[in-house]
Protein backbone atom coordinates (compact mmCIF):
# COMPACT_ATOMS: atom_id res chain seq x y z
CA UNK A 1 0.00 0.00 0.00
CA UNK A 2 1.75 3.32 -0.87
CA UNK A 3 2.47 5.79 1.50
CA UNK A 4 -0.25 8.61 1.38
CA UNK A 5 -2.62 5.66 1.58
CA UNK A 6 -1.27 5.13 5.62
CA UNK A 7 -1.32 8.25 6.11
CA UNK A 8 -4.80 9.72 4.58
CA UNK A 9 -7.08 9.52 7.39
CA UNK A 10 -10.82 9.09 7.85
CA UNK A 11 -12.76 10.32 10.69
CA UNK A 12 -15.23 7.56 11.12
CA UNK A 13 -17.97 8.09 14.51
CA UNK A 14 -15.63 10.29 15.53
CA UNK A 15 -12.08 8.52 15.05
CA UNK A 16 -9.69 9.30 13.05
CA UNK A 17 -8.38 6.48 10.92
CA UNK A 18 -6.33 5.66 7.91
CA UNK A 19 -7.00 3.52 4.64
CA UNK A 20 -4.13 1.15 6.18
CA UNK A 21 -5.67 0.64 9.27
CA UNK A 22 -9.39 -0.19 7.95
CA UNK A 23 -8.52 -2.72 5.22
CA UNK A 24 -6.23 -4.40 7.94
CA UNK A 25 -9.92 -4.74 9.82
CA UNK A 26 -11.54 -5.91 6.52
CA UNK A 27 -9.16 -8.46 5.90
CA UNK A 28 -9.13 -9.95 9.39
CA UNK A 29 -12.93 -10.26 9.24
CA UNK A 30 -12.52 -11.88 5.60
CA UNK A 31 -9.34 -13.35 5.05
CA UNK A 32 -6.93 -12.51 2.54
CA UNK A 33 -8.30 -11.09 -0.48
CA UNK A 34 -6.43 -13.46 -2.76
CA UNK A 35 -8.58 -16.40 -1.67
CA UNK A 36 -11.57 -14.39 -2.87
CA UNK A 37 -10.45 -13.58 -6.54
CA UNK A 38 -12.21 -16.51 -8.05
CA UNK A 39 -15.91 -14.46 -8.05
CA UNK A 40 -17.64 -11.79 -8.78
CA UNK A 41 -18.73 -9.81 -5.09
CA UNK A 42 -20.73 -7.11 -4.01
CA UNK A 43 -19.66 -6.68 -0.31
CA UNK A 44 -23.60 -6.21 2.08
CA UNK A 45 -22.23 -3.36 5.19
CA UNK A 46 -23.74 -2.01 7.87
CA UNK A 47 -21.87 1.33 7.51
CA UNK A 48 -19.30 3.67 6.51
CA UNK A 49 -16.63 2.15 8.51
CA UNK A 50 -17.33 -1.59 6.79
CA UNK A 51 -17.57 0.23 3.39
CA UNK A 52 -14.74 2.42 3.42
CA UNK A 53 -12.12 -0.89 4.21
CA UNK A 54 -13.73 -2.92 1.89
CA UNK A 55 -12.68 -0.84 -0.52
CA UNK A 56 -9.62 -0.55 0.51
CA UNK A 57 -9.77 -4.55 0.39
CA UNK A 58 -10.69 -5.03 -3.13
CA UNK A 59 -8.31 -2.20 -4.51
CA UNK A 60 -5.78 -4.05 -2.90
CA UNK A 61 -6.44 -7.36 -3.55
CA UNK A 62 -7.43 -6.34 -7.48
CA UNK A 63 -10.61 -8.32 -6.67
CA UNK A 64 -14.14 -7.89 -9.05
CA UNK A 65 -15.97 -6.25 -6.64
CA UNK A 66 -18.33 -3.73 -5.23
CA UNK A 67 -20.25 -2.30 -1.67
CA UNK A 68 -23.96 -2.19 -0.99
CA UNK A 69 -25.72 -0.91 2.38
CA UNK A 70 -28.02 -3.79 4.42
CA UNK A 71 -31.09 -1.13 4.05
CA UNK A 72 -30.47 -1.17 0.01
CA UNK A 73 -31.08 -4.92 -0.25
CA UNK A 74 -34.56 -6.28 -1.22
CA UNK A 75 -35.63 -9.61 -2.83
CA UNK A 76 -35.99 -7.92 -6.37
CA UNK A 77 -31.85 -6.44 -5.90
CA UNK A 78 -30.68 -9.80 -4.71
CA UNK A 79 -32.34 -11.02 -7.67
CA UNK A 80 -30.77 -8.84 -10.07
CA UNK A 81 -27.35 -9.28 -8.76
CA UNK A 82 -27.86 -12.80 -9.10
CA UNK A 83 -28.85 -12.48 -12.71
CA UNK A 84 -25.49 -10.22 -13.14
CA UNK A 85 -23.52 -13.49 -11.58
CA UNK A 86 -22.75 -11.21 -8.69
CA UNK A 87 -22.40 -13.10 -5.31
CA UNK A 88 -23.65 -10.99 -2.10
CA UNK A 89 -21.37 -11.32 0.92
CA UNK A 90 -21.80 -10.39 4.07
CA UNK A 91 -18.81 -7.66 5.02
CA UNK A 92 -18.67 -8.58 8.78
CA UNK A 93 -18.33 -12.32 8.66
CA UNK A 94 -17.85 -13.50 4.76
CA UNK A 95 -20.89 -15.77 4.62
CA UNK A 96 -22.33 -15.35 1.07
CA UNK A 97 -25.63 -14.15 1.27
CA UNK A 98 -29.09 -14.63 -1.31
CA UNK A 99 -29.35 -17.29 -3.80
CA UNK A 100 -26.42 -18.62 -5.73
CA UNK A 101 -25.41 -15.95 -8.80
CA UNK A 102 -25.90 -17.12 -12.46
CA UNK A 103 -22.05 -18.31 -14.05
CA UNK A 104 -20.17 -14.64 -14.98
CA UNK A 105 -16.87 -14.43 -16.61
CA UNK A 106 -14.79 -12.43 -13.33
CA UNK A 107 -12.62 -9.50 -14.71
CA UNK A 108 -9.90 -8.94 -11.68
CA UNK A 109 -9.79 -4.76 -11.08
CA UNK A 110 -13.26 -4.26 -11.87
CA UNK A 111 -15.30 -2.15 -9.19
CA UNK A 112 -19.14 -2.31 -9.37
CA UNK A 113 -20.90 1.25 -9.05
CA UNK A 114 -24.46 0.65 -8.10
CA UNK A 115 -26.68 3.95 -9.84
CA UNK A 116 -30.77 3.33 -9.58
CA UNK A 117 -30.57 6.01 -12.46
CA UNK A 118 -33.83 8.21 -12.84
CA UNK A 119 -35.96 4.99 -13.98
CA UNK A 120 -35.47 4.01 -10.02
CA UNK A 121 -34.21 0.21 -10.93
CA UNK A 122 -30.71 -0.94 -10.33
CA UNK A 123 -28.03 -0.23 -12.74
CA UNK A 124 -24.54 -2.40 -12.42
CA UNK A 125 -22.00 0.20 -14.13
CA UNK A 126 -18.68 -1.27 -14.34
CA UNK A 127 -15.43 0.85 -13.32
CA UNK A 128 -12.12 0.35 -12.30
CA UNK A 129 -9.40 2.06 -10.01
CA UNK A 130 -8.12 3.98 -13.20
CA UNK A 131 -11.65 5.11 -14.37
CA UNK A 132 -12.69 5.88 -10.56
CA UNK A 133 -9.75 8.21 -9.89
CA UNK A 134 -9.93 11.33 -11.83
CA UNK A 135 -7.52 13.45 -10.23
CA UNK A 136 -4.84 11.20 -11.72
CA UNK A 137 -3.88 14.53 -13.79
CA UNK A 138 -4.28 16.72 -11.08
CA UNK A 139 -0.54 18.18 -10.84
CA UNK A 140 -0.75 19.37 -7.27
CA UNK A 141 -3.35 19.45 -5.04
CA UNK A 142 -3.69 21.38 -1.64
CA UNK A 143 -4.38 19.49 1.63
CA UNK A 144 -8.51 19.50 2.05
CA UNK A 145 -10.30 17.19 5.08
CA UNK A 146 -13.57 16.84 2.65
CA UNK A 147 -17.05 16.55 3.93
CA UNK A 148 -18.84 13.26 2.41
CA UNK A 149 -22.55 13.35 2.18
CA UNK A 150 -23.07 10.64 -0.50
CA UNK A 151 -24.89 7.01 0.05
CA UNK A 152 -22.73 4.42 0.42
CA UNK A 153 -21.55 2.94 -3.69
CA UNK A 154 -22.48 5.49 -5.43
CA UNK A 155 -20.64 7.01 -8.31
CA UNK A 156 -20.33 10.35 -6.33
CA UNK A 157 -19.61 8.04 -3.40
CA UNK A 158 -16.47 6.61 -4.78
CA UNK A 159 -14.92 9.41 -6.69
CA UNK A 160 -14.61 10.53 -3.38
CA UNK A 161 -13.66 7.70 -1.90
CA UNK A 162 -11.08 7.66 -4.83
CA UNK A 163 -9.87 11.09 -3.74
CA UNK A 164 -9.07 9.85 -0.57
CA UNK A 165 -7.33 6.84 -1.18
CA UNK A 166 -5.24 8.13 -4.34
CA UNK A 167 -4.61 11.43 -3.79
CA UNK A 168 -2.15 12.47 -0.44
CA UNK A 169 -3.05 15.19 2.18
CA UNK A 170 -7.08 14.40 1.74
CA UNK A 171 -8.84 13.47 4.54
CA UNK A 172 -12.46 12.43 4.45
CA UNK A 173 -15.30 12.92 7.30
CA UNK A 174 -18.64 11.20 6.12
CA UNK A 175 -21.51 12.40 7.10
CA UNK A 176 -24.22 10.38 8.67
CA UNK A 177 -27.32 10.05 6.13
CA UNK A 178 -29.66 9.42 8.76
CA UNK A 179 -29.31 13.16 9.50
CA UNK A 180 -27.18 14.54 6.71
CA UNK A 181 -27.34 18.41 7.59
CA UNK A 182 -27.53 17.87 10.92
CA UNK A 183 -24.10 15.48 10.69
CA UNK A 184 -22.86 18.16 8.67
CA UNK A 185 -23.21 21.31 11.18
CA UNK A 186 -21.67 19.05 13.55
CA UNK A 187 -18.45 18.30 11.30
CA UNK A 188 -18.17 22.47 10.79
CA UNK A 189 -18.58 22.36 14.74
CA UNK A 190 -16.19 20.02 15.27
CA UNK A 191 -13.50 21.54 12.98
CA UNK A 192 -11.63 20.13 10.04
CA UNK A 193 -13.45 20.53 7.57
CA UNK A 194 -12.11 22.97 4.89
CA UNK A 195 -14.12 21.24 1.17
CA UNK A 196 -16.82 19.77 0.23
CA UNK A 197 -18.21 18.12 -2.78
CA UNK A 198 -21.87 17.83 -2.80
CA UNK A 199 -25.05 18.86 -4.92
CA UNK A 200 -26.88 22.19 -5.11
CA UNK A 201 -30.21 20.20 -3.37
CA UNK A 202 -27.99 19.56 -0.79
CA UNK A 203 -27.11 23.27 -0.50
CA UNK A 204 -30.33 24.53 -0.42
CA UNK A 205 -31.03 21.81 2.14
CA UNK A 206 -28.38 22.80 4.35
CA UNK A 207 -28.72 26.49 3.85
CA UNK A 208 -32.27 25.97 5.34
CA UNK A 209 -31.50 23.66 7.99
CA UNK A 210 -27.94 25.26 9.30
CA UNK A 211 -27.49 28.32 11.67
CA UNK A 212 -25.89 30.90 8.80
CA UNK A 213 -23.20 31.89 11.36
CA UNK A 214 -22.41 28.34 12.02
CA UNK A 215 -22.38 27.88 7.96
CA UNK A 216 -20.40 31.31 6.99
CA UNK A 217 -17.72 30.74 9.97
CA UNK A 218 -16.59 27.36 8.35
CA UNK A 219 -13.34 27.47 6.56
CA UNK A 220 -14.56 26.69 3.25
CA UNK A 221 -11.87 26.79 0.82
CA UNK A 222 -12.86 24.37 -1.77
CA UNK A 223 -16.65 23.33 -2.79
CA UNK A 224 -17.64 21.01 -5.87
CA UNK A 225 -21.62 20.72 -7.11
CA UNK A 226 -22.31 18.39 -9.68
CA UNK A 227 -25.04 16.02 -9.86
CA UNK A 228 -27.56 18.02 -11.59
CA UNK A 229 -28.10 21.19 -13.30
CA UNK A 230 -25.82 24.00 -11.32
CA UNK A 231 -27.63 27.08 -11.67
CA UNK A 232 -26.73 31.09 -11.45
CA UNK A 233 -28.60 31.47 -8.04
CA UNK A 234 -26.82 28.64 -5.97
CA UNK A 235 -23.65 29.72 -7.57
CA UNK A 236 -24.17 32.99 -6.42
CA UNK A 237 -25.53 32.57 -2.77
CA UNK A 238 -22.10 30.30 -2.11
CA UNK A 239 -19.47 33.08 -3.45
CA UNK A 240 -21.18 35.37 -1.35
CA UNK A 241 -20.96 32.67 1.62
CA UNK A 242 -17.86 31.90 0.86
CA UNK A 243 -16.10 34.21 -1.13
CA UNK A 244 -12.44 32.86 -0.27
CA UNK A 245 -13.17 29.10 -1.98
CA UNK A 246 -12.92 27.61 -4.68
CA UNK A 247 -15.99 27.13 -6.19
CA UNK A 248 -16.19 24.59 -8.91
CA UNK A 249 -19.01 22.71 -10.46
CA UNK A 250 -18.24 19.26 -12.42
CA UNK A 251 -20.07 17.28 -14.95
CA UNK A 252 -19.80 13.75 -14.49
CA UNK A 253 -21.91 10.45 -14.47
CA UNK A 254 -21.58 6.46 -13.91
CA UNK A 255 -21.44 6.12 -17.28
CA UNK A 256 -19.26 8.88 -18.81
CA UNK A 257 -17.11 9.75 -16.10
CA UNK A 258 -15.86 12.88 -15.22
CA UNK A 259 -15.75 15.39 -18.26
CA UNK A 260 -16.81 18.84 -17.85
CA UNK A 261 -15.09 21.23 -14.60
CA UNK A 262 -16.57 24.65 -14.66
CA UNK A 263 -14.57 27.81 -12.24
CA UNK A 264 -15.97 30.67 -13.67
CA UNK A 265 -18.59 31.61 -11.27
CA UNK A 266 -21.38 31.03 -14.05
CA UNK A 267 -23.93 28.12 -14.93
CA UNK A 268 -23.26 26.01 -18.00
CA UNK A 269 -19.86 25.65 -19.79
CA UNK A 270 -17.89 27.59 -22.58
CA UNK A 271 -19.28 26.37 -26.15
CA UNK A 272 -15.64 26.38 -26.49
CA UNK A 273 -15.21 23.36 -24.93
CA UNK A 274 -16.80 21.73 -27.33
CA UNK A 275 -13.80 22.64 -29.99
CA UNK A 276 -11.36 20.59 -27.94
CA UNK A 277 -10.18 17.38 -28.48
CA UNK A 278 -6.73 16.80 -26.04
CA UNK A 279 -6.79 13.62 -26.92
CA UNK A 280 -8.14 12.34 -23.71
CA UNK A 281 -11.42 14.08 -23.56
CA UNK A 282 -13.70 15.09 -26.16
CA UNK A 283 -17.47 17.13 -26.11
CA UNK A 284 -20.12 16.97 -28.92
CA UNK A 285 -23.55 17.99 -29.61
CA UNK A 286 -25.64 15.79 -31.58
CA UNK A 287 -29.74 17.13 -31.90
CA UNK A 288 -29.75 18.53 -28.95
CA UNK A 289 -28.11 15.73 -26.87
CA UNK A 290 -24.26 16.03 -25.24
CA UNK A 291 -21.76 13.59 -25.81
CA UNK A 292 -18.42 12.97 -24.23
CA UNK A 293 -15.71 10.73 -24.76
CA UNK A 294 -13.29 10.32 -21.83
CA UNK A 295 -11.16 7.80 -20.33
CA UNK A 296 -13.06 7.93 -17.46
CA UNK A 297 -15.99 6.38 -18.77
CA UNK A 298 -17.27 2.97 -17.61
CA UNK A 299 -16.12 -0.30 -19.58
CA UNK A 300 -19.45 -1.09 -21.90
CA UNK A 301 -19.44 -1.53 -24.83
CA UNK A 302 -20.85 2.16 -26.22
CA UNK A 303 -17.64 2.56 -28.04
CA UNK A 304 -16.00 6.13 -27.55
CA UNK A 305 -18.45 8.05 -27.31
CA UNK A 306 -21.28 7.91 -24.31
CA UNK A 307 -24.46 9.35 -25.03
CA UNK A 308 -25.08 11.53 -22.27
CA UNK A 309 -29.12 11.58 -22.68
CA UNK A 310 -28.72 15.30 -21.44
CA UNK A 311 -30.24 18.01 -23.18
CA UNK A 312 -28.28 21.47 -23.80
CA UNK A 313 -28.65 24.40 -25.69
CA UNK A 314 -26.20 27.13 -27.08
CA UNK A 315 -27.10 30.65 -25.62
CA UNK A 316 -24.66 33.81 -25.97
CA UNK A 317 -21.42 31.49 -26.70
CA UNK A 318 -22.46 28.98 -23.52
CA UNK A 319 -24.04 25.61 -23.32
CA UNK A 320 -26.74 25.37 -21.18
CA UNK A 321 -28.62 21.88 -19.79
CA UNK A 322 -31.96 21.59 -20.74
CA UNK A 323 -32.54 18.59 -18.76
CA UNK A 324 -33.03 14.78 -19.42
CA UNK A 325 -33.96 13.59 -23.03
CA UNK A 326 -37.37 12.49 -22.97
CA UNK A 327 -39.00 13.15 -19.64
CA UNK A 328 -38.32 17.05 -19.03
CA UNK A 329 -39.80 19.29 -22.00
CA UNK A 330 -42.93 20.36 -21.92
CA UNK A 331 -45.01 20.52 -24.53
CA UNK A 332 -47.56 23.76 -24.32
CA UNK A 333 -49.82 23.86 -27.08
CA UNK A 334 -46.78 23.07 -29.38
CA UNK A 335 -44.62 25.23 -27.51
CA UNK A 336 -41.11 23.91 -26.01
CA UNK A 337 -40.95 24.84 -22.15
CA UNK A 338 -38.15 23.61 -20.11
CA UNK A 339 -38.34 23.25 -16.44
CA UNK A 340 -34.84 23.96 -15.68
CA UNK A 341 -35.08 26.87 -17.58
CA UNK A 342 -37.99 28.09 -15.11
CA UNK A 343 -36.46 26.66 -12.06
CA UNK A 344 -33.30 28.52 -12.88
CA UNK A 345 -35.54 31.64 -13.35
CA UNK A 346 -37.64 30.95 -10.05
CA UNK A 347 -34.65 30.66 -8.04
CA UNK A 348 -33.12 33.16 -8.90
CA UNK A 349 -35.52 35.08 -6.69
CA UNK A 350 -34.32 36.50 -3.49
CA UNK A 351 -37.12 34.46 -1.55
CA UNK A 352 -36.66 31.22 -3.17
CA UNK A 353 -34.85 28.42 -1.63
CA UNK A 354 -35.85 25.61 -4.05
CA UNK A 355 -38.10 25.39 -7.00
CA UNK A 356 -39.14 22.26 -9.26
CA UNK A 357 -41.17 22.68 -12.46
CA UNK A 358 -43.04 19.44 -13.66
CA UNK A 359 -45.47 18.49 -16.50
CA UNK A 360 -49.34 18.38 -15.77
CA UNK A 361 -51.55 17.06 -18.32
CA UNK A 362 -54.40 19.71 -19.23
CA UNK A 363 -57.11 19.76 -22.13
CA UNK A 364 -56.75 21.73 -25.26
CA UNK A 365 -53.26 22.67 -24.90
CA UNK A 366 -51.72 18.79 -23.89
CA UNK A 367 -49.60 20.03 -20.48
CA UNK A 368 -49.04 22.97 -18.09
CA UNK A 369 -45.79 23.77 -16.16
CA UNK A 370 -46.88 23.45 -12.30
CA UNK A 371 -44.15 24.21 -9.63
CA UNK A 372 -43.23 23.44 -6.15
CA UNK A 373 -41.03 25.95 -4.54
CA UNK A 374 -39.60 26.47 -0.84
CA UNK A 375 -39.43 29.74 0.18
CA UNK A 376 -36.97 31.64 2.22
CA UNK A 377 -39.65 33.27 4.38
CA UNK A 378 -43.28 32.34 5.58
CA UNK A 379 -46.06 33.92 3.28
CA UNK A 380 -49.55 33.08 2.54
CA UNK A 381 -50.28 30.91 -0.46
CA UNK A 382 -51.87 33.32 -2.66
CA UNK A 383 -49.78 36.17 -1.22
CA UNK A 384 -46.77 34.03 -2.67
CA UNK A 385 -48.65 32.95 -5.99
CA UNK A 386 -48.73 36.55 -6.94
CA UNK A 387 -45.24 37.29 -5.85
CA UNK A 388 -43.99 35.09 -7.97
CA UNK A 389 -45.70 35.42 -11.18
CA UNK A 390 -45.10 38.82 -11.28
CA UNK A 391 -41.35 37.73 -11.20
CA UNK A 392 -41.92 35.54 -14.00
CA UNK A 393 -44.24 37.69 -16.07
CA UNK A 394 -42.29 39.44 -18.83
CA UNK A 395 -39.18 37.18 -18.15
CA UNK A 396 -40.54 33.87 -18.97
CA UNK A 397 -42.78 33.36 -22.22
CA UNK A 398 -46.28 33.12 -21.28
CA UNK A 399 -46.70 29.79 -22.16
CA UNK A 400 -43.80 28.62 -19.63
CA UNK A 401 -45.49 30.73 -16.33
CA UNK A 402 -46.42 28.36 -14.12
CA UNK A 403 -49.93 27.61 -13.89
CA UNK A 404 -50.06 25.57 -10.68
CA UNK A 405 -47.80 26.58 -7.21
CA UNK A 406 -47.29 24.14 -4.61
CA UNK A 407 -45.52 25.66 -1.34
CA UNK A 408 -43.68 22.71 0.59
CA UNK A 409 -41.90 23.72 3.72
CA UNK A 410 -38.37 22.02 3.35
CA UNK A 411 -36.24 20.92 0.53
CA UNK A 412 -37.04 17.41 -0.60
CA UNK A 413 -33.57 15.79 -0.47
CA UNK A 414 -33.47 11.89 -2.03
CA UNK A 415 -31.00 9.39 -1.02
CA UNK A 416 -28.76 10.63 -4.17
CA UNK A 417 -28.74 14.55 -2.77
CA UNK A 418 -31.35 15.49 -6.07
CA UNK A 419 -34.99 16.43 -5.66
Request: glycine residues 10%.
Amino acid sequence: MAAHQAQNRIRVDGVWQSWASLGAAAEARLGPAAARQDSRSVFVVSGMAEALGLIAYGVAGDLDFGVIEQSRLSPEVEARFAEAGVRLVEAATGAALGADPAPAPVQPGRITVLTSGTTGLLKLIPHTAQTLNTFDRVREMPENGWFLPYQIGSYAWFQMVALGLFVPGQALIPGDFSDLAGSFEAALRQGGVTAISSTPTFWRHALMSIDEAVLAAAPLRAISMGGEIVDQAILDRLAGLYPQARIRHIYASSEAGAAIVVTDGRAGFDAALLQRQDGAIGLKVEEGRLYIRSPYANRGESGPWVDTGDLVEERGGRIYFCGRAGNQMINVGGQKAFPADIEAHLMAHPDVVWAQVRARRAPLVGHLPVAQVVLRRALGADEAEAMLIAHCTGRLAEYAVPRMWDFLESVPLRASLKS
